[in-house]
T-cell receptor
Framework: SAVISQKPSRDICQRGTSLTIQCQVDSQVTMMFWYRQQPGQSLTLIATANQGSEATYESGFVIDKFPISRPNLTFSTLTVSNMSPEDSSIYLC???????????FGEGSRLTVL | KNQVEQSPQSLIILEGKNCTLQCNYTVSPFSNLRWYKQDTGRGPVSLTIMTFSENTKSNGRYTATLDADTKQSSLHITASQLSDSASYICVVRDPEGGYNKLIFGAGTRLAVHP
């Protein structure tokens, strides 16, 4: 299994500002995944972060809006830039582990944009 | 289009009762299906993973079934407890996506009342 710590757990932000979410894993992993979970909806993959290369973004998500850093094999950050109320969501960091490819998730960062 | 649909959207049961949650998918070819439990304010936690050759798998009071012919899975909860109150999410690997492209259902929100 993997233990994932996310910070902050929640935050309230003003429109137009940016927030960086940190994700720390207790073991070295090749790929880290960032998901968004809008209120009452399922999880949507934002991007896959590989150490030493640019993150791979899914359709509908761009680097200018969601820049990602992956400085080493245990840490990643996701920034939500120029926030609007539509960005109010839970953002989840995830890694894959075990023989079955199970996903392990962090506790999530609940973001509210006013 | 590959999809995962869950029913019911929400469910209320009394403590001690059993319940069954449904998941229908249209993914082909099928690789595996996972059930996750997401407590309010927490990240999802894996309950079980079903592969093509598996029909039934249990994890304590949780029993998952898979019918690959009809592309249906169910999650049966026996002798429910208050702590079972959570969202239950069905996840299928997307064969048209990349390495870790997953399709998440919208989840079933279960409330267990005393």
């Amino acid at each position: 299994s993997a233990v994932i710590s996310q910070k902050p757990s929640r935050d309230i932000c003003q429109r137009g500002t940016s927030l960086t979410i940190q994700c720390q894993v207790d073991s070295q992993v090749t790929m880290m995944f960032w998901y968004r979970q809008q209120p009452g909806q399922s999880l949507t993959l934002i991007a896959t972060a590989n150490q030493g290369s640019e993150a791979t973004y899914e359709s509908g998500f761009v680097i200018d809006k969601f820049p990602i850093s992956r400085p080493n094999l245990t840490f990643s950050t996701l920034t939500v830039s120029n926030m609007s109320p539509e960005d109010s969501s839970i953002y989840l960091c995830s890694v894959e582990g075990g023989n079955t490819g199970e996903l392990f998730f962090g506790e999530g960062s609940r973001l509210t944009v006013l | 289009k590959n999809q995962v649909e869950q029913s019911p959207q929400s469910l209320i049961i009394l403590e001690g009762k059993n319940c069954t949650l449904q998941c229908n998918y249209t993914v082909s070819p099928f690789s595996n299906l996972r059930w996750y439990k997401q407590d309010t304010g927490r990240g999802p936690v894996s309950l079980t993973i079903m592969t093509f050759s598996e029909n039934t798998k249990s994890n304590g009071r949780y029993t998952a079934t898979l019918d690959a012919d009809t592309k249906q899975s169910s999650l049966h909860i026996t002798a429910s407890q208050l702590s079972d109150s959570a969202s239950y999410i069905c996840v299928v690997r997307d064969p048209e996506g990349g390495y870790n492209k997953l399709i998440f259902g919208a989840g079933t929100r279960l409330a267990v009342h005393p």
